[in-house]
């Protein structure tokens, strides 16, 4: 087989780099944003339908091609007789939308801009208030995995001619440039150069390990797999400093051959047990840990649920008598009765129904989780701590907030820094919407909290009773 000519690698090194430009950056939801702004604002919005159709979700309704069609001039598709289009503007009683003078790059941005539903826009306003602040935005250097890629390749067929040149310079004096003399030290060099590199991640990306857990449960989750990543890290320095040594230490010389050691019992016994009884006390003492939060915890200080669905959570407390009441799906109605009470009981009348998840610090909450539809996961983001909530079941979970909000700010010196519930189960095109706030208090500013929620069945009350009498007459 022929060896690709040099020629062939320039031109191929030529073509990326032209095709560079057009494989800019992706899609760019911030930029996408302005644009909806400035053009589409008046007749559309996300999440309800104006003079033109909501477009929550419409990337998914329809492909790329067609969007940008569509928005491009929508009249024109109309009367090249695609259906979809001609539907469309049937539906909306023959009212035109304009063409819109964007390019496709400027609609690949707004159509990236509807497909994070609206959400850019909180980035965007955080920006713009550090921009009212007299602060610069951060620059994006972001690079695409494409001109990753590229990079990596333009690196190695550098290195590769570096190689070229030198053999050529060898050759020249009329000497050849064994490379076998030369790889045992290349290889040292580039042990040096990796163990640099992996250190210096370490410095730069451990932060986050250093971090506070919100939880007391949690820290002990943290713990244990800071012994995990610590002992590894040992054991993968050992090994790589072992590994460069060896391949210098048996590199090729004239005249010597490596002996060739096959096999040693006495060998395979050392080194499967020094394995196993370190892995076997990390196990043992991982179900300790696990068997002392998911196990039975004994009685918790309050109880919350949680109650997940599409797409969304709501939280409900059980008032001053302390208890939950009871509750049927069948009762669920979605305004009225949004988690299904039963209002017959007693306990249920005094519940409280809020949208973001209050807490004590230093109380143990359980937690019980409820899903109206189809499997979700209540991630307590930074406490470490998740579970699914599941149609027909009740799971629960307990942990107990050891920093409040205020505290967690100062720590991360990120005074608008909040503590999320987010749902970790895809569980439908309005997955990304999941995802609520946590607030730990000290335990009296939550008491005052709590004690300033109007039980739910007061809101609802009235309008309960009208249709009761309604449907007795
Ligand atoms: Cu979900």
Redesign the pocket.
């Known amino acids: 087989m022929r060896r690709p000519s040099f020629l062939r690698v320039l031109l191929f090194v030529l073509a990326v780099s032209f095709s560079w430009s057009s494989w800019g950056a992706p899609p760019d939801a911030r930029q996408g944003e302005k644009l909806f702004k400035q053009n589409c604002s008046a007749c559309h919005k996300l999440g309800a339908r104006l003079v033109g159709p909501d477009l929550l979700g419409v990337t998914e309704r329809r492909d790329a091609e067609w969007l940008i069609k569509f928005i491009q001039n929508s009249q024109a598709l109309v009367k090249s007789g695609d259906k979809t289009a001609t539907a469309l503007f049937e539906k909306f009683n023959k009212v035109v939308m304009p063409p819109q003078p964007l390019n496709e790059d400027q609609i690949r941005d707004i159509l990236a801009y509807i497909e994070s539903g609206g959400s850019a826009s909180s980035a965007a306003a955080a920006g713009g208030a550090a921009a009212s602040s007299g602060e610069a935005p951060a620059v994006d250097v972001s690079l695409s995995p494409l001109q990753w890629i590229i990079i990596f390749t333009l690196l190695t067929i550098i290195l590769v001619l570096v190689g070229r040149a030198i053999e050529w310079a060898y050759r020249s004096r009329g000497k050849t440039f064994h490379w076998e003399k030369a790889s045992p030290y290349l290889w040292v060099l580039w042990g040096i150069a990796w163990a640099l590199f992996i250190g210096w991640q370490l410095v730069n990306y451990t932060k986050d390990l250093r971090i506070t857990t919100g939880s007391v449960e949690g820290a002990e989750i943290d713990f244990l797999m800071k012994i995990n990543i610590y002992t590894t890290l040992v054991i993968y320095f050992i090994v790589h400093v072992f590994l460069f040594y060896f391949l210098f230490r048996y590199r090729h010389r004239e005249g010597k051959r490596a002996y060739y050691y096959a096999h040693n019992n006495k060998l395979e016994v050392f080194w499967t047990t020094a394995t196993a009884i370190p892995l076997v006390i990390m196990i043992i003492y991982s179900m300790t840990v696990w068997q002392r939060i998911m196990g039975d915890p004994g009685k918790a200080d309050e109880e919350v649920e949680v109650f ?1 669905y599409q ?1 969304g959570w709501k939280f409900r407390y059980p008032g001053p008598d302390g208890k939950l009441g009871k509750f049927n799906y069948r009762l669920i109605d979605p305004v009225n009765n949004p988690l299904g009470l039963d209002f017959d009981d007693p306990a249920a009348q005094d519940d409280i129904i809020v949208d973001e998840l209050y807490l004590a610090k230093g109380k143990k909450f359980k937690f019980h989780l409820r899903s109206r539809d189809v499997i ?1 996961d209540a991630w307590f983001v930074h406490f470490n701590m998740q579970l699914y909530a599941q149609p027909g079941m009740r799971n629960s979970l307990m942990f107990t907030p050891q920093i409040t909000t205020d505290e967690a700010r100062k720590m991360r010196g990120k005074p608008d820094f909040n503590f999320e519930l987010a ?1 970790n ?1 895809i ?1 439908g095109a309005g ?1 990304f919407n ?1 995802q609520r706030n946590i607030y730990v208090l000290p335990e009296t500013e939550y008491r005052a909290w709590l004690a300033k929620q109007t039980a739910f069945y007061q809101t609802v009350k009235d309008k309960l009773q009208s249709t009761k009498t309604a449907a007795a007459q």
């Open positions: 997940a797409f979700h749902c189960q569980c997955h999941m």
